[in-house]
C-alpha cells in the first residue's frame, strides 16, 4: 500500500469523526437546553403580608406549550413538627415568563412556623395545564433567606423581565385641508358708482373723488330695450328716469332729460346693457 493511500485512509477517518463529534455535540446541547434552558424560579417580595408568596417563572414556552397555572410548596420536615405541611394554589394560567403575587393563606404561615423550619427542606412545584411540572428543593433555611432577602415585587418584575407587549401603532390618515380653488365664472360684475372697483368710472359724475368733472348734458331720448332683468340698479340710480315694474323697467313720461350723466351712469350700472340714450343736439 503506498503512502499516499494510507494519507488519505487517515484524513477520511478523521474527518468522519470530527463529524461525529459535532453531531453528539450538538445533541447534547439541545437536550441541555429542552432541559435546563431558560428556565427559572426566583422568589421576590410580596406586598401581601405575612401569608403572601411572590415568585417569577420563565421557562421555555416555545418547547412545552401548557400554561403554568398552579404552584404547591410542601415543607418536609422529618425533625420537626409538624413533619409535612402542603400548601397549594391555583390561578389564571400563564402562557409565558410571568410574575405573581398570591396570598397562600393559613396554611402557608403554619409552614413558615412550623418547629425545626431551618433543618426541612422546601419543594416547590408549578404545574402545567399538559400535565407537566417543574420542582425547585432547597434547604428550608436558604427558603427563608431568600424570602428576607427578596426586593423586586412581582408588578416590578413584570415590568422589567415580563413578555412585551406590541406597540401599537396608530394609522392617521391624511388629509388636505387647503380648499380647491372656486370655479371661474363669468358672473357679469354690477358696474354701478357704489362698486369700488368702478369707482374711477364714476369719480366725473361725483365730483368727489377729485379729478375734472366731465360736463353734463341733455338727452333727446332715453329708452328700455328687450331683456331687462328686473334688477333694480337704474330705478336706485335715478327714479326721476326710470320705474321698475314686476316684469321689467320703463321710462317714466315726465322723466327729466336734463342729466346726461346721470342718465349715463344709471346705464352703465345696468347688467344686461339694455338701457339706451341718444344726446340732444
Ligand atoms: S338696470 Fe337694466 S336690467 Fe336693471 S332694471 Fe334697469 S333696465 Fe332693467
Not at 394560567?93 to 396570598?103: E, G
Not at 332683468?229 to 321698475?244: G, H, L, Q, W
Request: include cysteine.
Amino acid at each position: 500500500m503506498n503512502t499516499s493511500l494510507i494519507a488519505f485512509a487517515v484524513a477520511s477517518l478523521l474527518t468522519i469523526g470530527l463529524i461525529v463529534h459535532l453531531g453528539i455535540l450538538s445533541l447534547l446541547i439541545g437536550a441541555f437546553y429542552f432541559l435546563f434552558g431558560k428556565k427559572k424560579f426566583e422568589i421576590l417580595n410580596s406586598g401581601l403580608g405575612p401569608t403572601g408568596f411572590a415568585f417569577a417563572f420563565s421557562w421555555n414556552a416555545a418547547r412545552e406549550p401548557g400554561k403554568i397555572k398552579r404552584i404547591q410548596i410542601r415543607l418536609f420536615n422529618p425533625f420537626g413538627k409538624p413533619t409535612q405541611v402542603e400548601v397549594t394554589r391555583d390561578f389564571d394560567p400563564k402562557s409565558d415568563d410571568f410574575a405573581i403575587d398570591l396570598d397562600l393563606g393559613p396554611a402557608y404561615a403554619t409552614l413558615l412556623s412550623a418547629e425545626g423550619f431551618d433543618q426541612a427542606r422546601v419543594e416547590i412545584t408549578l404545574f402545567s395545564t399538559d400535565g407537566v411540572s417543574h420542582h425547585k428543593e432547597m434547604k428550608a433555611f436558604d427558603f427563608k433567606s431568600k424570602l428576607e432577602d427578596a426586593k423586586m415585587s412581582a408588578e416590578k418584575w413584570m415590568e422589567e423581565y415580563g413578555p412585551k407587549k406590541d406597540k401599537v401603532y396608530y394609522h392617521t390618515v391624511s388629509r388636505s385641508f387647503i380648499a380647491d380653488p372656486l370655479p371661474q365664472t363669468a358672473a357679469k360684475k354690477l358696474k354701478i358708482a357704489s362698486n369700488p372697483e368702478f369707482a374711477g368710472d364714476f369719480a366725473a359724475a361725483g365730483g368727489a373723488g377729485g379729478g375734472a368733472a366731465a360736463a353734463n348734458f341733455t338727452v333727446a331720448k332715453v329708452w328700455i330695450e328687450p331683456g331687462c332683468i328686473v334688477c333694480n340698479a337704474c330705478e336706485d340710480i335715478y327714479p326721476e328716469v326710470f320705474e321698475v315694474t314686476s316684469d321689467s323697467c320703463i321710462i317714466r313720461p315726465d322723466a327729466p332729460l336734463n342729466d346726461g350723466l346721470k342718465i349715463t351712469e344709471a346705464a352703465e350700472a345696468c347688467p344686461v346693457e339694455v338701457i339706451k340714450f341718444n344726446k340732444a343736439g
